[in-house]
């Protein structure tokens, strides 16, 4: 994506943590929790880049894969979207999304279509993709 300070709503950015970049990975982890540590709302972002490609010596824009997940500590659904996201325009100023699944977990672990696989919030267990 282009850099916060070129992004029309980059101050929605500095608002997310970096909880993962390694320099050789393809993909990043981010974090944003609002509200008193308690009772937070947390959001993780996960974005993996899709394989670079070339037109001659030029690399071409990349998409990237991302899966947003939204809980509350207090209640124990979990909202998970899938995403995929590319640049817009000439200028690479520009992305856009689409959304291709949104699941609605009512409960953690178990088995069941409603009931979430993934992983928990707590940073050290936390693996990107990790329920597909």
């Not at 010596?57 to 894969?65: F, K, N, Q, V």
């Not at 590319?86 to 999304?97: F, L, M, N, P, Q």
């Not at 178990?110 to 919030?121: A, H, K, R």
Request: glycine share 6%; net charge negative; aromatic share 10%.
């Amino acid at each position: 994506l282009p850099p916060p300070t070129q992004h029309p709503h980059s101050h929605l950015a500095h608002d997310f943590d970096t909880v993962s970049d390694a320099p050789r990975a393809q993909d990043v982890l981010l974090r944003c929790r609002a509200g008193s540590e308690s009772r937070s709302e947390e959001v993780l972002v996960s974005v993996l880049l899709a394989p670079l490609q070339f037109v001659g010596r030029d690399p071409l824009p990349r998409a990237a894969l991302v899966k947003v997940f939204v809980s509350k500590p207090s209640a124990v659904p979990v909202l998970h979207f899938d995403c995929r996201v590319s640049w817009v325009g000439e200028e690479r100023d520009a992305a856009d999304y689409a959304i291709n699944a949104v699941r609605y977990h009512s409960s953690p672990g178990g088995g069941g279509e409603d009931e979430y696989e993934g992983p928990t919030f707590r940073w050290a267990s936390f693996v990107p993709f990790s329920n597909e």
